[in-house]
């Protein structure tokens, strides 16, 4: 079928509302490593995508899919080993504290699970998160949403606080850290006032959504402080920074030394295979699971559990977090050379393999425009990038975790000359 | 490793709170049809499980799942064949009304995005759900959740109606009917009264939770005209039903004679893939996607769209429907025959192959000890059943559809055997 006839055809299927990515949209066949294919047998290399973590359709993964798939698919009410060494390993990942899995799907399903312990633990109801944010499609979520557009207002136990951004600030950090700590102490107040005080706090330990912001480790220090002090948990989402993206640990908060009382995971977890977990402490889980029967039925089945500890080998055999640093590396100084040449690139942000570009005019004026622009070019150009941010005018690029240093010179030598041509 | 030494093991990894089946758990590695192996080879007969829909680890949905896992996993933000394929295909198999799929990964998450889309179609908050229900894990559903211990309360916008029951009822089936609908009607008063008025009922078009009740159609058609009425839609949850356990039809509501607004699916969908779906009217969808950017990120995956395809692959050309119902009608008369026997067998109710068997003393007493007793000697048998209801005393038998009269004379020989054995 040709494009046109797809999209008809598409249109049919899932309505006008069906989001698609880039002007040109893409009719893709095949995956593998960074690259996909379109029916046309052209190539691209995958800037974007998380989901495909250690490379699209990788062997080792697809085979341990194929094996279990093939001997039993059932659930965790009979016994398995799968899926008891699959939560061994992966709880082994984390500090002593978050020694418990429980596993779900998506990380929608993560993210319900989670507010739903914090609620049991703490009693209370309110949740702080922040302005831009998107941790899932539930209607629970939604109500808690800020960073998508939905017909469900704001929850009335929901404080959405501004984050704090070192580009956009002035001042010193010293004082970007106060004001912002502020708005998180009249958002825990204004909670208690309410009545509901403060269940827990759900953020992105790399606020990817909000535009991948370089938000100071000692906010989410402060911030973890006084919702604890509060009564109520941190949650860390890690469905877009974990399993080793951000090159120097597992998991996104480690770096801001912030030990989360949950963590949720998601998207990556399963390289496309639907998998999702909380992880939190056994004093939680169990006292959660003493009160209510939760049970998920396809949660941690023996083919998600085989899928899950395959990418867990390919992670470690080979060195993708150590890639995810060194070839990271790489990636921020090329952006950030190419940021020298142009005076549109605002700021370079990110870390291992994630990073954001900032497109701006004079005085720090976003420019979306320009930003639409460049992913519809870079995708003419046979690079898959997204753009994110409240102002639309960040790039996004987070590519799965094999991205060598030869596909960083070809998307940032594409990407100088796609931002030259336009600058043009 | 021996039994307790995985059941150490266990409970060191989910804690002393998982669930698990039987008094001595099953350790299983291998499934086949209608059959499961345990750890030391021996064979159980599965007459429990429905998300092995078509039977365990189907040869023909493995290699759609191997071949598809191979060539490329991504989501419907790029074009794929195959998910709009099997939208056409599923689409086809419901009234015409019900012209388009959303694709989800869980029926979790189905009944989430069903209760968003008549929230925003309705302008209303309100939920009527039957009085032991279950219809999904998330916060939102927990407080809909009356079918489950939970430590959420029943939320102020849900009301939970007491189901007509024939078999405990001493009246004519009119007056059965009069006065549920009556309840009905004051559940809708009381939510009008509460200023929140009513956005869905939301109901298992087989109440298998509530214990596989023989709930009068006509019910069914009030209840959807009332709510309709008020403003509502009715929402029927398939999880359970679909996907031609019935035997009469590939779906559970068919029989009722109501077109559900809004279609729910999820466990056998996949045939233990996850995978899940809200069917509705474009009208519905379309308005909901144009308010909403609802995005699910495994929802309608090539894999997942492949596998699904396979799933209806099977049920058509091994005619698993047509199974079902000759099969099922088999069941029931066995099951039948056997309750003649002992007066401790209440009723037998079902269709196609989901049958209840309930287990009572004098004066329909129920009797929970002993319907344990029969699932743990079923066991112990190598036959796989559960239990359900608010009673804890019905008998639930749901084997996949590849069931053979052969494998029903063996359930049902054994059952007749095992209540023999306890009620001598």
Redesign the interface.
Known sequence: ?T?PD??D??ER?????????YNR???????EGCW?WDSDGNRYLDCY?N??QVG??H?HI?AA??SQ?????????????LV?QY??RL?GKFPVSLD???F??????AN??A??IA??ASGKRGVIVSDFSYHG????L?EMTTG?????PLADHVRAISLPDPYRWEGSEEELIAEHLRIVDEAIQSLEDAGMGVAASLFDTIFSTEGLLDVPHRFVQGLAERVRAAGGLFIADEVQPGFGRMGDAMWGFAATGVTPDIVTL??PMG????IGAVVTS?IL??A???????????GG?P??AAVGNAVLDVIEQEGLIENALATGNYLQQRLREIANDFACIGDVRGRGLFAAVELVGDGKLPDPRLTKTVVDSMREHSILISKIGPRDNVLKIRPPLCLGTDEVDLLADTLAAVIGDLAA
Request: net charge positive; hydrophobic share 40%; charged share 15%.
């Open positions: 079928m494009l797809l999209l055809r598409r299927a899932f309505g006008p509302n069906a989001p698609l990515f949209p893409l009719h893709l066949v095949r995956g996909m995508n989901v495909p699209h359709c062997p697809v899919l194929c798939a093939g001997l039993l698919n059932i659930h965790t009410r009979y016994i398995h080993e008891l939560a061994e709880t418990r899995a429980m779900v799907c998506t990380g929608t399903e319900e699970l507010m739903r609620r049991h499609n539930s209607g629970g939604a998508l557009p939905h017909p469900e998601g998207k390289n496309g295979h639907p056994s889980a169990d959660f699971t003493q009160d209510a029967l939760y049970f998920n039925t396809f089945n083919v998600s």
